[in-house]
C-alpha cells in the first residue's frame, strides 16, 4: 500500500509541480503568448470536442494510422525480399541509403505537383517517409540472422515460408520493431506538416490557422492535443512491442542475469 | 608421417580478423558495380516515366534535365548560402541539444531519485511532436533562424538525452564503487568510468539526432520560412521552376547522404576500441 503510494508520488510530483509553477507564473504576470492552466483546459474542451473532432482530429488520424500501417508491412516484406538475397541488396544498397538520407518533407511539394493536395497524396506522403526505417532495419536483421539457426533449419529441411515464418522473422523481430519505434515519430511528423503544407482541414491546419488568427489558448490547446496524440501512439507501440517481444526481453534478462 | 598443417586452431584472431577483412574486399567490385547499376536503373525509370508522359512532363521533369540543372545551381552564390544556412541552423541546433541533453542527462542519470522523479514527465514530453511547436516558434521568433533551432533542439534534445540515459545506467557498479574507493572525485568518476561507458550509446543518439536535425531544420524552412535549401524549394515550387526544385531536392538528398556518412564515420573513429565496432570477427 505505502509503495502504490510512493509510486504515485513519484508519477505525479514533477508534472504537479510544473503545473503549480506554471499557474503561479501565468498568475502573477499574464502574458499574452501563454495561457494560464485553468485558461488552456477549459479551451482545450471547447476547441476539440464538439465538430472539430469529426472533421479535424479523426480525419487525421485515420491518414496516419492508414499510411504508417502500409509502410510497416511494405517495409517488412520488401525488407525481407532484399535483405534474403545478396545481390538484390547490393544494388538497391547506394539507392535505399539515398532515399533513407532524403529528408522526408522535401517530398511533399513534389508529390503534391504530382498528385495534387488530395487525401492519398498525404497518406502516401506518410508511407514515403515512414518507410525507410522499418525497410532498412529489416533488411539488416534478416541479414544479421543467426548463421548456427539459418544451417540448422537448413538441415532440418525447414525452407521456403515456414523458415521465413519460423526463424527469420522471429530473428529479425526486435530489429523490426526498432525501426518501427523510428518510423511512427517521422509519420507524426509528416502528418501535422502535410496539413501545414496544403490543406483546408486537419490538425496541423487548424493549428496554423490559430495561430494566424493569433488565437493564443486555441494554438496552445492544438500543441497539447499532438502531444497527448504522440503520447498515445508510444503507448500503444510500447504495449504491442510487449507482446511480440515477449520472448525477447525474457532471454535478454537471462543473459544479463548469467 | 605427413607434417600437419596449420590447423584451424591454430588461427589466432588477429589472422581470422585479417582474413575476414580480406574476404571482405574480394567482394568489393561485384557489389558496386550492383549498386551502380542500382541507381541507373532508378534513373532510367524516372527517364521513361517522365518522357512517356504518365504525368504532365512540366511536373515531372526528366533525369537528363534535371541533373544538369543541378550542376548548374551549383556554380552560384546563393545556392550556397541556403546550404550554409541549412547546415549553420543544423548544426548549432545539434550543438546545444547534445551540450542539454549530455549534461541533464548525466545529472538526472546518476541519482535514482531524479531518475524516478523525471520518468513520467519524460515519458509525457518525449513524443510531443517537435513540428506541433511551430507554431509558437513563428509566434515568438517569425523566420529568424531561432524559429528552426527551437524545433531542431526540442526534437534532437530528445533523442541523445534518452542514449545518455540508458548509458548512464548501463555504467559498472562495482567500477564506480572502485573508483570510490580510490579516492575519485565525483568529476573524475564521470571522466573516467561514466564517459568511456556512455559514448556508444551517445554516439547512437548523435546518429539519429543528426537525421532528425536535418529534417527538422529543412521542416523549417519549407513550413515558416526561415532562409536555407527548404525555403529555396518552396519558392521554386511557388514560380513554377520544377526543374530547379527537383534539383534542389536532390541536393538535400545528397546532403542527407554526407551527413549520415560523417556521423557514422565519427562514430567509428570514436569508437574503434570498443566491441560493437569491432565485431564481425568469425572466432
Redesign the interface.
Known sequence: MKKAFVTLG??????AI?VVLWWIATTVSPSF?VPTPGELIVTFVETWFGPRLWVDILPSIARFGIGVVIAIVAGILLGMLVGLNR?LR??????F??????????????L???FGPTDWMKVFIIVLAAIWPVLLNTIEGVRAADPVQTETSRSYGISGLNRVRYQVLPSAAPQILAGVR?SL??G??LM??SE??SSSSGL?FS??Q??RRFA?PE?WS??LV??LI??A??AVFRYVERRILRWYHGLKELENAA | MTVQSPGDQTVTRSVAAVQAKSRRRRYRP??AL??????L??LAIWEIAARVGL?DPR??PPPSEVLPRLLEIATIAPFWIAVGDTLVQWGLGLAIALVLASVTGVVIGLSPFLR??????V??????????????A???FGVRIEASLLLIVYAAFWQIFIQVLYGVADVDKIAMDTGQSYGFSTWQRIRDIVFPTTLPYLMTGIR?AA?VA??L???AQ??IGTPG??LE??RA?NAGL?TT??A??LA???L??L??FGARFLERALLSWHHSVRGEIPV
Request: aromatic share 12%.
Open positions: 513519484f508519477a505525479l510530483g514533477l508534472p510544473l503568448f545481390d547490393a544494388f538497391t544498397e547506394p539507392v541509403e539515398f532515399f533513407r538520407a532524403l529528408p522526408p518533407p522535401v517530398l511533399i511539394p513534389v503534391l505537383l504530382l523510428q515519430p517521422i507524426l511528423i501535422v506538416i501545414m503544407f496541423g493549428i496554423i490559430f495561430q493564443i494554438m492544438g500543441i499532438l502531444g504522440g503520447f501512439v508510444a | 561485384r557489389r550492383l549498386g551502380l547499376a542500382g541507381i536503373t532508378l504525368v511536373f515531372l524516478r522523479a523525471t520518468s513520467s514527465t515519458e509525457f514530453l518525449r513524443p510531443v511532436p517537435s513540428v506541433a511547436l511551430i507554431p509558437l513563428v509566434l515568438l539519429l537525421a536535418l529534417i531544420a529543412i521542416t519549407l513550413i535549401l527548404g524549394i518552396a515550387q520544377y526544385m527537383y534542389l531536392v538535400t538528398g545528397f542527407g547522404v551527413i549520415n
